[in-house]
């Protein structure tokens, strides 16, 4: 079975062997509900320990950091993009509870959501004033 995916090169580009294309769109695709590593596995058509070795081998980390980076970049979308609170955002990226998202978080990206929030409102808020501002002529 042949997986097509627009953004296929972007995400598993194609130097990376089939199996680990397949195992890195199996990671994208259930995202919101995270599967077991054997299973990501079964859908590459490799045993659990080839999936490690590949990511391994390929992107020099194990294939369970790599899925919790997936997770985690969805949680930052998450908290950009919509005013899920962070029990939602922990459900829907498979993140046991609030806390252990937002520990999982700051440790990845150096920062909270409440943080990553934050900023988007500032930013919006100084778009806001400067299409406010009415240029002056001089």
Same mark, same amino acid.
């Given at each position: ?39 990501? /596995?079964?859908?590459?058509?490799? $045993?659990?320990? %080839? &999936?490690? *070795?590949?990511?391994? !081998?390929?992107? #020099? ?29 922990? /459900?829907?990226?498979?993140?046991? $509870?609030?806390? %252990? &998202?937002? *520990?999982?978080?700051? !440790?990845?990206? #150096? ?28």
């Amino acid at each position: 079975q042949r997986l097509i995916d627009p953004d296929l090169d972007r995400i598993a580009p194609a130097h990376h062997s089939p199996s680990l294309r397949r195992a890195i769109l199996e990671m994208r695709r259930t995202v919101e509900e995270p599967r077991r590593l054997f299973e990501v /596995a079964e859908a590459a058509a490799v $045993s659990e320990r %080839t &999936l490690n *070795r590949l990511f391994r !081998a390929e992107m #020099g980390i194990s294939a369970g950091k790599y899925y919790r980076a997936v997770r985690l970049s969805h949680a930052l979308t998450l908290a950009q993009e919509t005013r899920a609170p962070l029990s939602e955002i922990a /459900a829907r990226t498979g993140f046991s $509870s609030p806390a %252990t &998202l937002s *520990r999982a978080y700051s !440790a990845h990206f #150096g920062f909270t959501i409440d943080g990553t929030r934050a900023k988007i409102r500032s930013e919006r808020l100084k778009i806001v004033s400067l299409a406010r501002t009415k240029p002056t002529n001089r």
